[in-house]
């Protein structure tokens, strides 16, 4: 990798390991808004191809807009910054320049990440570094999720926050079937866990496969039992239980049946009614009908063992 004019270019046979894309993260904010590419290069009709002077473009315009609104979030502006690429670069449509932010997504958070760290080295006179700060707020730990975090799985909080949120949409496949951008927001909304980005949230949840399995497994857990507490029948690992009761859209009471958590391997979901000194068992095909009010209902788990939810 060497530096040319202020781009930090990779090597013509990619030996450096490095994408392009990130290498033009050494470009210099520009003072005003850049001017846009001129080139159009045809990929078939209707389609142009993305040229380098279109992804430099797409990283000053970014930079330009972080250092002109430091106090808004970039990921909640997506949709004004994607249209506003489209008018000054007329060649590439909205939903055109959306992809290709979903597919530098990864570029646009190390950008994100540098503007901060520069930003917390050079307070301005009349400001001190605040958590109140909108920028730094959202985004959380950007410059620490922008590299090893980013890889590491979710922790036990994390997964029972996530669930939590996919449970106020009814289900596992209700949720998956949101908009990327709604998928991610209010999952935490008591700020009880450590700030991060909904991108962050995102990454982290592609990568860490576990993960996912374990927070469905949560999700099918609440879902079945809560239809058990009301008399729906619903079988064991219906995530989409299309007739799911109005309670499950609702947050209250989420904490405490989230209290036990599957263990990564599957396990017999066996579940035990605590009716006095002694407990009746009652296999999970079974349909027991509604519970009384008053009765426990526990999970009988090998992670931290049988946990009351």
């Not at 850049?34 to 209707?46: F, I």
């Not at 760290?117 to 605040?130: I, L």
């Not at 450590?194 to 860490?208: K, N």
């Not at 999700?219 to 109005?246: L, W």
Request: proline share 8%; aromatic share 6%; net charge negative.
């Amino acid at each position: 990798m060497h530096r040319e004019s202020g781009l930090e270019t990779c090597s013509a046979d990619g030996s450096d390991g490095c994408r392009p894309e990130d290498c033009m993260i050494g470009l210099s904010t520009p003072s005003r808004s850049p001017t846009p590419p001129t080139e159009v290069v045809h990929h078939q009709p209707g389609k142009h191809v993305f040229t380098d002077g279109d992804k430099a473009y797409f990283v000053r315009f970014l930079k330009w807009w972080i250092q002109k609104n430091p106090e808004s979030d970039i990921y909640s502006n997506r949709g004004k910054i994607v249209e506003s690429l489209s008018e000054n670069v007329p060649s590439h449509s909205i939903g055109s320049w959306g992809n290709y932010w979903r597919r530098q997504e990864e570029t646009i958070h190390k950008i994100v990440a540098k503007a901060n760290r520069k930003e917390r080295r050079c307070p301005s006179d009349d400001e001190m570094p605040s958590s109140n700060n909108p920028t730094i707020a959202t985004l959380g730990h950007a410059d620490d999720l922008a590299s090893a975090k980013l890889d590491e799985p979710f922790n036990r909080a994390e997964r029972h926050a996530l669930a939590k949120r996919i449970l106020l949409e009814g289900s596992y496949i209700a949720w998956k079937d949101l908009p990327k951008d709604q998928q991610w927001y209010g999952i935490d909304p008591d700020n009880k866990l450590p700030s991060q980005s909904e991108l962050a949230w995102s990454t982290r949840f592609g990568r860490d496969e576990m993960g996912q399995k374990k927070i469905e497994r949560l999700v099918e857990k609440h879902i079945t039992k809560q239809a058990r507490m009301s008399g729906t029948q619903v079988a064991e690992g219906d995530t989409e239980f299309a007739n799911a009761p109005h309670s499950l859209n609702q947050s209250n009471g989420l904490d405490e049946s989230l209290e036990a958590e599957a263990h990564q391997d599957a396990l017999p979901s066996t579940l035990a009614i605590a009716d006095g000194p002694s407990e009746k068992r009652v296999a999970p095909q079974s349909d027991p009908g509604p519970s009384p009010p008053a009765k426990k209902i526990r999970i009988e788990m090998e992670e931290g063992g049988p946990e009351s939810i």
